[in-house]
């Protein structure tokens, strides 16, 4: 089976700084992700990260946050500098596993990120 399991988040004031972490067990993840759902809005991906270190950020976060990854552990991590409030989201965890013709996506549980102002 395969477990994702997520820790970092919480409350901080704007300007501060969170780390979350993923583990993930029971396969290894060829990309691993950050994702985020903020109230009434869509979920949308906030960082990315190759087996290989070649990362991807959504313009909102470029510069402030930061993903990366211990292969030997299958940890992604996600530095978040400078937080806003409309940082304030449930961050979810992807780790995608498989063959190009079979690929499975699996989910962490969330963890809240809030941002007071």
């Known amino acids: 089976q395969v477990h994702l399991v997520e820790s970092g988040g919480g409350l901080v004031q704007a300007g501060g700084s969170l780390r979350l972490s993923c583990a993930a067990s029971?396969?290894?993840?060829?990309?691993m992700g950050w994702y985020r759902r903020a109230p009434a809005k869509q979920r949308e991906l906030v960082a990315d990260?190759?087996?290989?270190?070649?990362?991807a950020y959504v313009d909102s976060v470029k510069g402030r946050f930061t993903v990366s990854r211990d292969n030997t552990k299958n940890t992604v991590y996600l530095q978040m500098n400078s937080l806003k409030p409309e940082d304030t989201a449930v961050y979810y965890c992807k780790c995608r596993t498989g063959p190009t013709w079979a690929i499975l996506d699996y989910w962490g549980q969330g963890t809240q990120v809030t941002v007071s102002s």
């Open positions: 029971g396969t290894i993840c060829s990309i």
């Open positions: 990260i190759t087996s290989g270190g070649s990362t």
